[in-house]
């Protein structure tokens, strides 16, 4: 990883992280050049945050990174925050693990939807 590379991800961190501090999470840094020995990002109770401030995307890598790492740290369900430039932020997760969040939140439908 080149050296512009590595500070556009830590860049993307810190804007993510100061992005969610004004939702009211207390979201902070792993630390720098901590290269996988810290989660990216922690603050948000239940989620790991694999962060990505990339051009090139590649979701089903990087959540196959996030679902590791989430193993490994046990912080909580794999989410992949990442944005390209002058774009919003979006979220990637398994849809299984959405409806574990979503599911807290609302009542689920007491029939399945046609098909």
Do not use: N
């Amino acid at each position: 990883m080149g050296a512009k590379s590595t500070r556009k991800g830590a860049d993307g961190e810190r804007e993510l992280a100061a992005l969610l501090r004004e939702y009211g999470y207390p979201v902070e840094r792993g630390g720098s050049l901590s290269f996988g020995e810290v989660p990216d990002l922690t603050g948000l109770p239940g989620v790991h945050i694999e962060c990505k401030r990339v051009e090139q995307l590649r979701p089903y890598s990087w959540l196959e990174q996030a679902d590791r790492d989430a193993v490994c740290f046990g912080d909580g369900l794999p989410a992949v925050f990442f944005r390209r430039s002058r774009s919003p932020w979006l979220v990637v997760m398994k849809l299984e693990d959405w409806l574990k969040i979503y599911r807290t939140q609302s009542e689920p439908r007491k029939t399945a939807p046609s098909e």
